[in-house]
């Protein structure tokens, strides 16, 4: 799991801008998951992608937008920031679909 | 959808007791059931699974038990230690899914 990396660490926004988080799976893994973590609270599912398809999708707005590359990086984009967004948004990698997730340290969101 | 609850949400032992955490979930298709560890500012850690063809699994101090019939899952910690300090989450998901559904997380506190 130390090799799942997240850039950012900490992103302050302001209302209304957009954000592009981005992940990089450790090193032979092909699925990328994304959370949404509120403070108190469990991970929340965003989205997952496996062999660049989004493979499954969370309860979130059309703000919310993922894509994965053929490394098998990914980035998650959210558009239209709410306060409500503000969030630790954690990178989840797994070998496959349906196998272990391993996070990442996480993006720090502060919307403003 | 999945919804699973977890209890206690805070729960204060001495170092060397045991400390136990419970979940249940609804969704009778779940056939995978990880456990996470989160440090402050850390990221989740996945400490042990289970899967429903298994009724437990032990990993040193750490041991899963699963009632599929009763739909729950527990965590059980032996001799537990101060660094064993932090928020546990547990969590379900669906054979052939992608999507983790959390609890809402036990903070655990082991007193010296």
């Known amino acids: 799991d130390a090799g799942v990396t997240q850039s950012p660490t900490h992103l302050i926004k302001t209302r209304g801008q957009h954000v592009t988080l981005r992940c990089s799976p450790i090193?032979?893994?092909?699925?990328v998951s994304w959370y949404q973590q509120v403070l108190g609270q469990g991970p929340q599912f965003i989205f997952q992608y496996y062999e660049k398809e989004e493979r499954g999708r969370g309860n979130f707005p059309d703000r919310f937008s993922a894509r994965q590359f053929p490394n098998y990086s990914s980035e998650l984009n959210v558009n239209a920031l709410l306060l409500g967004d503000s969030a630790l948004y954690l990178c989840?990698?797994?070998?496959?679909?349906?196998?272990?997730?391993?996070f990442g340290q996480g993006t720090r969101l502060t919307v403003v | 959808g999945e919804n699973v609850e977890q209890h206690p949400s805070t729960l204060s032992v001495q170092e060397g007791d045991s400390a136990v955490i419970k979940c249940t979930y609804s969704d009778s298709a779940s056939n995978y059931f990880p456990w996470y560890k989160q440090e402050l500012g850390k990221r989740p850690q996945l400490i042990i699974d289970i899967r429903s063809n298994v009724g437990e699994k032990k990993d040193q101090r750490i041991a899963v038990t699963l009632n599929k019939t009763a739909k729950h899952f527990s965590l059980h910690i032996t001799e537990t230690q101060p660094e064993d300090s932090a928020v546990y989450f547990c969590a379900a998901r669906p054979g052939g899914g992608n999507k983790l559904t959390f609890g809402t997380g036990t903070q655990l506190k082991v007193e010296l």
């Open positions: 989840a990698s797994s070998p496959g679909p349906n196998t272990e997730a391993f």
């Open positions: 090193s032979g893994h092909k699925s």
